[in-house]
């Protein structure tokens, strides 16, 4: 049987075929599919909807320090219990170290592992794509950090 995400992408790629290979949105393909009846509506624990959303808000919450430096006041480190995978947030300023020394080393992975997958996928685009020039993609990010910063001080400014 197949699983919820797999049963998604099933539509998706039934949907993606019957209107000519174009981009879309999810919305227009899970609308698509529930007419279909490929697919069905949800049943949303209302708690559950509480809970994503909240999560949502806490990664959008910023301040600025005294320094002039804006940052994430809620930061989140996700724990499996028992097969159980739980996400535990923390106000910075309030954070034991341990948590934010995770919460840390979590959001490194996750970049990480994201350029790990886009230069799989540019390679294999460029594969795909032989009879053109390959798209490059670079990972040293250290001058876009840079002009980032220097931007971002000239609009506080």
């Known amino acids: 049987m197949a699983t919820y995400r797999e049963q998604l992408q099933k539509v998706w790629h039934a949907f993606e075929r019957e209107n000519g ?22 049943r949303v624990d209302p708690f559950d909807k509480l809970a994503e959303d909240m999560s949502a808000a806490l990664r ?14 809620n930061h989140a480190v996700r724990v499996s219990k028992g097969g159980v995978q739980y996400t535990f947030w923390a106000i910075m300023k309030d954070a034991p170290r341990e948590h934010m020394q995770k919460a840390f080393i ?8 994201d350029c790990v997958q886009l230069g799989t996928d540019v390679e294999a685009y460029n594969a795909m794509r032989c009879d053109q020039p390959p798209i490059p993609m ?3 990010f250290r001058d876009d950090v840079e002009e980032h910063r220097y931007w971002d001080g000239k609009k506080a400014a």
Do not use: N, S
């Open 138 to 140: 670079l990972f040293d």
């Open 106 to 113: 979590q959001r490194r992975q996750q970049i990480v592992g």
């Open 21 to 42: 290979h174009v981009p879309a949105t999810t919305r227009e393909a899970a609308q698509w599919g529930v007419v279909k009846r490929m697919i069905e509506m949800p």
């Open 60 to 73: 959008e919450e910023y301040a600025t320090d005294p320094e002039g430096r804006r940052y994430r006041v």
